[in-house]
């Protein structure tokens, strides 16, 4: 029997529970959120859509305790109204509210005698990543976030567009925060199995800062993002249901920076099997330190569980 859990059932939540019981993935999903009416109404509406479903999943409500064999928890809490567009804070307009929860569930979680894999959605990603591991003091392979995992996506789609491909041809990696210090490793770049460096009118630049501010061209229009970032936790959890040793980029912790970061890994049954640390230019792994710096000083001044 395969069993995922979900905190949080606003926009993201919501639709990562909506394609694990669409795609049939779980035999019992457990859903969390502490606005009891709103999780009753997301259980609600699953129901109603399971027959017309080719598979049954058994929803469990607000139960920490039912976690304690589930395989997989993805942590999607979080306050979207908090994040200004407009504002150089980015997702770290969510810091001061997502720290509080973060408080709030990892006991409960622990608790719970959950033995699974972790998966963090929650912004800012690296940072809460990083919170979620120290607070819970889960093994670090067993926490990791969805880090660059989606800005590499959007590299990926907008690289494909300027070389009118599809973004799936494209190969290379975003580094570094889920936010305004991520950047994308050039060096590992490639379309068509062609470096990048073979193209030479693309105007790198602009292609770096389209995949950083890919959110926020969503967030103008519905003022959040659901249906990527979801698809991408999904696509993780699955990885670790089928022990994939999948190949991507997430929030992983990197003991040379002493906090989690975005970068390539290797994603299985036990979560981070490994880190991929591919030949990066100076230029990027300067980048990189300064990325993870700037993550591990907004980590270390929240307050840490006590022994």
């Known amino acids: 029997m ?35 009416a709103l999780a009753q109404a997301q259980k609600l509406d699953l129901d109603d859509a399971s027959p017309r479903l080719g598979s049954t999943t058994k929803i469990i409500l607000n139960d920490y305790s039912a976690l304690a064999d589930a395989e997989v928890l993805i942590v999607a809490s979080g306050n979207i109204g908090a994040i200004d567009m407009t504002s150089p804070k980015g997702r770290f307009g969510e810091y001061d509210s997502n720290q509080a929860i973060v408080r709030d569930i ?12 972790l998966i963090d959605i929650m912004n800012p990603c690296d940072v809460m990543t990083d919170y979620l591991q120290r607070m819970t003091g889960f093994d670090r392979n067993r926490v990791f976030g969805t880090g660059t995992f989606l800005d590499t996506a959007r590299m990926q789609k907008y690289v494909g567009q300027a070389l009118h491909t599809n973004g799936k041809n494209v190969a290379g ?8 210090s991520q950047f994308v490793a050039w060096s590992t770049v ?21 995949a950083r501010q890919g959110a926020f061209a969503v967030m103008a229009g519905k003022k959040y993002t659901n249906f990527a970032i ?24 990197d003991p040379d ?4 970061v975005g970068m390539p890994a290797v994603i299985g049954k036990n979560g981070i099997e ?4 591919l030949d990066l230019t100076a230029d990027e792994q300067a980048s990189l330190a300064s990325s993870a710096k700037f993550i591990k000083s907004k980590v270390d001044v929240l307050p840490q569980a006590t022994k």
Do not use: M, W
């Open 2 to 36: 395969r069993k995922y859990g979900v905190i949080g059932l606003g926009q993201v939540g919501a639709t990562v529970a909506y394609t694990l019981v669409q795609h049939g993935t779980v035999d019992e999903l457990v859903l969390i959120d502490h606005n009891e």
């Open 106 to 117: 990892a006991p409960k979680i622990v608790a719970s005698g959950f033995k699974g894999i």
């Open 173 to 180: 990696y975003v580094y570094g925060e889920h936010g305004n």
């Open 190 to 210: 490639s379309v068509n199995g062609q470096s990048i460096a073979n193209f030479k009118d693309l105007d790198l630049k602009q292609l770096e800062e389209d």
């Open 230 to 253: 979801a698809t991408c936790g999904v696509r993780l959890a699955e990885a670790v249901s089928a022990d994939e040793q999948l190949a991507c980029p997430v929030s992983a912790f």
């Open 257 to 260: 920076f002493g906090t989690y």
């Open 274 to 277: 490994s880190l991929i640390h």
